[in-house]
């Protein structure tokens, strides 16, 4: 990777400009499309070993999933290609942080501000569900935020298609991030779209509670928890609405879960008045720093009401 340098150019196309950030699998950069003339982002890995062969496979199945997947809330994949063993990734560029850095500026995210994201990534999900894919490593960190308050889910890197028997996976490894993988995951058992949806739980209370909720402290243990353990309280005055999402979610049968993430975009949608609302006002009013008090909300006109998945009401 010692030749990615700001101005070297892949495929005579994409000039590198600046580093955004590093990781197991590359780097992903800021880039000029020189045919376009916009910038866009670039993950770049170099396979060397087998693993990183296996990685590279990721790379491929990630411009194929998300190349399905057209939707305001999924980060756009514009190109798959290779450099001189360099496999990289072009993709929609996102000016904006990363919901899990969001919420370590910040603490905690107040109920409306929770409710606009676990509905955009609602969204984002029906999606990709409707194609068939379970994304598997639903996380903050993997979590964009716009400017105007959209949030943008990306990395399909070990996203299964269902219809499919073969997946990208390394052999004895865990399929996804232990804090936000679903009962079923930790078990190595088939995994679901309603998989996606605990996963989107645990998100939601992480957000309104600031810690993650089965975290024991070992991966192991972590991953016991989600088989065996109930998650704390949700804060006192979350709204009814948010509360019934959230709990239903992380049901450890799947079958208790929501029916689908269409749903839950069905119930979370009735108190906004515009999905990306609430966050993009917290932006533009707290900037990069704090939330104000006066941006915390109570509960909901839904206040009493915990949703049965199936039958929603019509109101």
Same mark, same amino acid.
């Given at each position: 990777m010692e030749r990615l340098v700001p101005g070297f150019v892949l495929t005579s196309r994409y000039r &590198?400009?600046?580093?955004?950030?590093?990781?197991?699998?590359?780097?992903?950069?800021?880039?000029t499309d020189g045919v376009l003339e916009r910038t866009v982002a670039v993950? $770049?890995?170099?396979?060397?070993?087998?693993?990183?062969q296996a990685l590279a496979a990721r790379f491929r199945a990630e411009a194929r999933f998300a190349a399905q997947i057209s939707h305001p809330n999924v980060v756009e994949v514009f190109d798959f290609g290779e450099h001189d063993g360099l496999a990289y990734l072009v993709m929609e560029f996102i000016d904006g942080p990363t919901l899990a850095g969001l &919420?370590?500026?910040?603490g905690t995210l107040p109920a409306d501000v929770v409710r606009s994201v676990l509905c955009q990534l609602a969204g984002a999900l029906e999606r990709a569900h409707a194609h068939g894919i379970v994304h598997r490593d639903l996380k903050p960190s993997n979590v964009l935020i716009t400017q105007d308050g959209y949030v943008k889910l990306m990395d399909f890197g070990i996203a299964k298609d269902v219809g499919a028997g073969?997946?990208?996976t390394l052999t004895g490894e865990v399929v996804g991030t232990t804090y936000y993988i679903?009962?079923?995951?930790?078990?190595?058992?088939? $995994?679901t779209l309603r998989s996606?949806?605990?996963s989107l739980g645990v998100v939601g209370h992480e957000l309104l509670t600031g810690a993650k909720p089965f975290d024991k402290g070992t991966p192991i243990a972590t991953a016991l928890a989600h088989l065996e353990d109930q998650p704390p309280p949700l804060?006192?005055?979350?709204?009814n609405d948010l509360a019934g999402v959230i709990t239903s979610c992380l049901a450890k049968d799947p079958a208790q879960r929501p029916d689908s993430a269409g749903?839950?975009?069905?119930?979370?949608?009735?108190? &906004? &008045?515009?999905?990306?609302?609430?966050l993009a006002a917290a932006l533009l009013d707290g900037g990069a720093g704090t939330w104000s008090p006066a941006e915390a909300s109570g509960p909901s006109s839904t206040q009493g009401w915990v949703p049965t998945w199936g039958r929603l009401p019509n109101h």
């Open positions: &590198l400009d600046h580093l955004v950030a590093a990781g197991g699998m590359g780097q992903v950069w800021a880039v993950k $770049v890995m170099h396979p060397q070993t087998q693993e990183q &919420l370590e500026a910040r073969a997946s990208h679903s009962p079923e995951q930790a078990l190595g058992d088939v $995994v996606d949806l605990y804060p006192a005055d979350t709204p749903a839950i975009v069905t119930v979370l949608s009735r108190s &906004l &008045l515009s999905p990306a609302a609430p």
